[in-house]
């Protein structure tokens, strides 16, 4: 009998319960966990990848490493960024490279 079966089982089966239902219950438990874990972390992927499917020329956007930068191009899998004004400065970065794209006044922020 193991560690779990010695704690419930007294109980359990005091008030008339059978084995197959204690394993049930842990069984759903375990399921409506997983459920409930994984479910919010589709709804990000799907978020982010919608995010990045959306970038486009001219957006404001934020990597992964904390550049700030404006979309020149997109290709792709890459995207290029002008990162100094001054001296035209590009770099290609490849989308997943992308953290979030700032609207036009919003202060970029680690914080998601």
């Known amino acids: 009998m193991s560690?779990?079966?010695?704690?419930?089982?007294?109980?359990v089966l005091a008030a008339g319960a059978d084995q197959r239902v204690v394993w049930g219950g842990l069984i759903l438990m375990l399921v409506v966990f997983y459920a409930v874990m994984f479910s919010g972390n589709r709804k990000e992927k799907k978020k982010r990848r919608e995010m990045l499917e959306n970038v486009k020329k001219n957006d404001r956007v934020m990597t992964?490493?904390?550049?700030?930068?404006?979309?020149?191009?997109?290709?792709?899998?890459?995207?290029?960024?002008?990162?100094?004004?001054?001296?035209?400065?590009?770099?290609?970065?490849?989308?997943?490279?992308?953290q979030k794209v700032l609207a036009d006044d919003e202060t970029p922020s680690i914080e998601r």
């Open 3 to 11: 560690l779990i079966e010695s704690m419930l089982m007294p109980t």
């Open 64 to 98: 992964i490493g904390g550049v700030i930068a404006t979309v020149v191009n997109v290709k792709d899998n890459e995207i290029v960024l002008k990162v100094d004004e001054s001296t035209n400065a590009k770099v290609t970065f490849v989308r997943g490279a992308i």
